[in-house]
């Protein structure tokens, strides 16, 4: 059983930054895929980003390719997600991810998630 608990929402003015951390439980993080999703008001749930077993391996949705980055500490079980050069449009609810096997695009195969926090940009 994995426990996951995101951090460092909040209100930021567009080309600002912010960066969210997921917290993670379990002994075994290290082998798990964690993703970043998000939900923006309104709309469904899109794929941000995911880092594989091994921190080289990261993947980007084109809207945020450039200015997200993904990475993860492994002695701290944690995963970030740096933003950078924010827009309105990245309103949304983020969500981390984790799951021991699958490691792509889809949040349906994902296993374990967090509870989301909240990510406002102003224009």
């Known amino acids: 059983q994995v426990q996951l608990v995101e951090s460092g929402g909040g209100l930021v003015q567009a080309g600002g930054s912010l960066r969210l951390s997921c917290a993670a439980s379990g002994r075994t993080f290290s082998s798990y895929a964690m993703g970043w999703f998000r939900q923006p008001p309104g709309k469904e749930r899109e794929f941000v980003a995911v880092?594989?077993?091994?921190?080289?391996?990261?993947y980007y949705a084109n809207s945020v390719k450039d200015r997200f980055t993904i990475s993860r500490d492994n002695a701290k079980n944690t995963v970030y997600l740096q933003m950078n050069s924010l827009k309105p449009e990245d309103t949304a609810v983020y969500y981390c991810?984790?799951?021991?096997?699958?490691?792509?695009?889809?949040?349906?195969?994902?296993?374990?998630w967090g509870q989301g926090t909240q990510v406002t940009v102003s224009s």
């Open positions: 880092i594989r077993w091994s921190s080289s391996n990261t």
């Open positions: 991810a984790a799951d021991p096997l699958y490691s792509g695009y889809d949040g349906v195969l994902y296993h374990y």
